[in-house]
């Protein structure tokens, strides 16, 4: 599915449209993982806009970044993200707005536990054991 995309870099007075394709489904059909694939698309948009260099497949961590799923004028919704870099509208998608932003809630949330564990794991030395105390994972 071709998602068009409105980037617009801080510094800029202007907005550059952008065509993703990040999921196949229609996004009435979309999973968590789709939903994750078009964030992560639209980050990537955002950065190539910055720095057309950087490869297309750099890892993008779902973090650092607001977000709101807004209705559209003419129908459907839209994504909007925003960072220090710029932002990125995406859309209009046929879907319900709640539908949406729960989904996204529950991406943000999962992308939010696993760094947060993979963190956790970096920085444990090797070696060490983890012991529980009160219900909070000791290193």
Partial sequence: MEISVDVWLRGDHHATTYVINPVGREPGSWTEG????VLVGMLRALERAKNPDVPADRPVALR???WIVNPYDEGGVVIALEMSLGAIVAGPFNIAERDLSE???????AEGKASSAAEAK???PAGA???TLRGQTIH
């Fill in 34 to 37: 789709d939903v994750s694939a």
């Fill in 64 to 66: 650092g970044f607001s």
């Fill in 103 to 109: 989904m996204i809630h529950r991406v943000m949330v």
């Fill in 122 to 124: 970096a920085s444990k």
């Fill in 129 to 131: 054991k983890a012991s």
